[in-house]
């Protein structure tokens, strides 16, 4: 659905914004493009939305290059970038009407229900009649939403879609990518929130001044990243007998044992330095009872994307869902 090979954009007496690009969108997928604030995330939509032009590379949206066939590709994709223009002095509803009225292929016999039912979409519909201006930034965002949804679409660019929401906003609009994803719509969604990345998304990709650090399923980044072992968590167990606790995960084949107070923690591996295949946590659970340790809690920590972007560019990172 998107597909871009050395993009790049830089503006003048300034590094580049966005550097060498080589970025691949699969059909269907729900697409998380991560990355910090000014990382080059919205650069990047706005060239594949044809709003700028890159300075060198390619891109193609929808099998089309852009932005030489732009009129063909926009009608077919619904977009949300740096949050909606809106005409204060008209209600969310009017709103949506003239976004609707400016789109050549709408039809406007069934503009009232077409519009009416993107406000529902997206939980507006009780504040349909409200001056725009009167909306909080939240309620904003759910109106942008609202138009870019006002038409069937094969793929929806999202720009930091949960700005400005509260956390039952976030979840409504977590459902509706989903909905939209299930009805065979391509998202594109950027964030600088991990948790929304991980909780909807099935591929990512991971920016960090400018350049692409690393992309695919997310499911395999973390074990693409950290390596196997890293991939397969860290076994935290709460005992009152920290020591035998460590002896008996040791003789099984943990590494990276250390012991805090009643918590013990250690590196579940690949497999074993023998060849046998890695230990089930459920047989250490039992192997620890069995030794006479005392378990009050057991259980698996898995590596998460906030891991995986830490160990590719050594930043911190906003991860507040």
């Known amino acids: 659905m998107i597909e871009t090979r050395g993009l790049t954009k830089t503006y003048r007496g300034a590094r580049p914004a966005v550097d060498g690009l080589d970025l691949a969108v699969p059909r269907g997928s729900v697409f998380g493009f991560l990355g910090p604030n000014g990382s080059g995330k919205t650069t990047t939509i706005r060239m594949l939305m044809g709003l700028i032009e890159p300075t060198a590379g390619t891109a193609r949206v929808l099998g089309r290059p852009m932005p030489g066939a732009v009129r063909e590709v926009l009608p077919r994709v619904g977009a949300l970038i740096e949050g909606p223009a809106l005409y204060g002095f008209l209600s969310g509803r009017d709103n949506l009407r003239r976004f609707d009225a400016a789109d050549p292929a709408a039809d406007p016999r ?111 980044l973390t074990a693409a990243v950290l390596g196997p072992d890293g991939g397969r968590g860290r076994l935290t167990v709460t005992t009152p007998d920290p020591a035998d606790a460590v002896r008996v995960l040791k003789e099984h084949g943990l590494r ?66």
């Open 110 to 220: 069934t503009r009232t229900e077409r519009v009416g039912r993107a406000l529902e979409r997206v939980g507006l519909a009780a504040a349909a009649g409200k001056k725009a201006r009167a909306y909080s930034l939240g309620m904003k965002q759910r109106l942008g939403l609202a138009a870019a949804l006002l038409q069937p679409r094969e793929l929806l660019v999202l720009d930091e879609p949960t700005n400005g929401l509260d956390p039952q906003g976030m979840r409504e609009i977590r459902a509706l990518v989903r909905e939209l994803a299930a009805d065979g719509t391509t998202v594109f969604l950027s964030s600088h929130l991990l948790d929304e990345i991980e909780q909807v998304c099935t591929h990512a990709a991971v920016m960090a001044r400018g350049r692409l650090v690393t992309q695919g399923p997310v499911a395999g």
């Open 256 to 321: 990276g044992l250390r012991a805090d107070g009643d918590r013990v923690g250690g590196e579940l591996p690949a497999a074993l330095p023998d060849g046998a295949p890695p230990p089930d946590p459920a047989e250490l659970n039992a192997a620890l009872v069995r030794a006479g340790v005392r378990v009050r809690a057991f259980g698996t920590e898995r590596p998460s994307l906030e891991d995986v972007f830490v160990r590719l560019t050594g930043e911190g990172f906003d991860v507040a869902g």
